[in-house]
């Protein structure tokens, strides 16, 4: 494919604010979450930068059920989804988890891939047949599809990470989030890693992901579909509460 416009000239993808300042500037007793306000999600979040793995991955666990109950978008997620965002980079993130040598990174990034699916083509297009209006410009399922950008913005950095399971998991990410139209000029250079992610991985819903994008963007994809019954979520198998005992 040719590009007449050069890399310089290119759009770049709005930031994100810093963590501290999304921590400190939202609101957070005025937003909805899966059970009443989200008055206490500062004190949950603030548990994802301590040193102790086990802390730091029952926080995440808790804020998946705090605001992705159910699969839900509430109003408390895109800014707990911003947060989650900020602190890719921060040295907190490299805490190896529990009984792993898998930084914490991985799994912020797994979650943020899980609630960016849940507000996917795919699951909206879904819910848009019995909730018509569900996509109307100002909901919240709307707003926060517009923060997909600036998301983006933070997990593409780690798209060649090292580590593999960092790496497996911002592809993931990526790949979904990439749906959006601003990003359109990103899915040849994520389809190669999708198709990596074809050839490599053992992980069946991570497959998934990737074989939907390359169909959804036009590519042959010649294997079947794995998994064709089941939606990807990343509750449903990773790094939970579950996660925190050692494996037998």
Do not use: C
Not at 67 to 96: D, K, R, S
Not at 234 to 242: I, N, P
């Amino acid at each position: 494919m040719n590009h007449s416009r050069s890399n310089a000239d290119a759009p770049r993808e709005p930031d994100l604010p810093p963590y501290q300042v999304v921590l400190a500037e939202t609101d957070w007793g005025s937003l909805q979450t899966a059970f009443g306000s989200g008055e206490d999600l500062p004190k949950v979040l603030a548990r994802l930068l301590t040193p102790d793995a086990k802390t730091q991955v029952t926080a995440l666990s808790e804020l998946g059920e705090m605001v992705g109950h159910q699969n839900t978008i509430y109003e408390a997620t895109a800014p707990v989804a911003l947060y989650v965002a900020g602190i890719l980079t921060h040295p907190a993130a490299t805490t190896p988890r529990p009984y792993r040598n898998v930084p914490l990174r991985a799994a912020l990034l797994n979650w943020l891939a899980s609630t960016a699916y849940d507000a996917s083509n795919e699951i909206v297009g879904r819910t848009e047949q019995y909730f018509p209006g569900h996509l109307t410009p100002g909901t919240i399922v709307a707003s926060f599809r517009d923060l997909r950008p600036m998301l983006y913005r933070a997990v593409s950095p780690f798209l060649q990470d090292s580590h593999a399971d960092v790496r497996e998991a911002a592809v993931v990410a990526a790949l979904i989030l990439a749906e959006h139209p601003a990003l359109a000029e990103h899915r040849d250079h994520l389809a190669v890693h999708a198709r990596a992610i074809l050839d490599t991985s053992s992980d069946d819903p991570n497959r998934r992901v990737a074989w939907k994008a390359l169909e959804a963007w036009g590519h042959d994809v010649t294997d079947p579909e794995p998994f064709l019954e089941e939606p990807w979520d990343w509750r449903s198998y990773s790094d939970g509460r579950g996660n925190l005992e050692p494996p037998f």
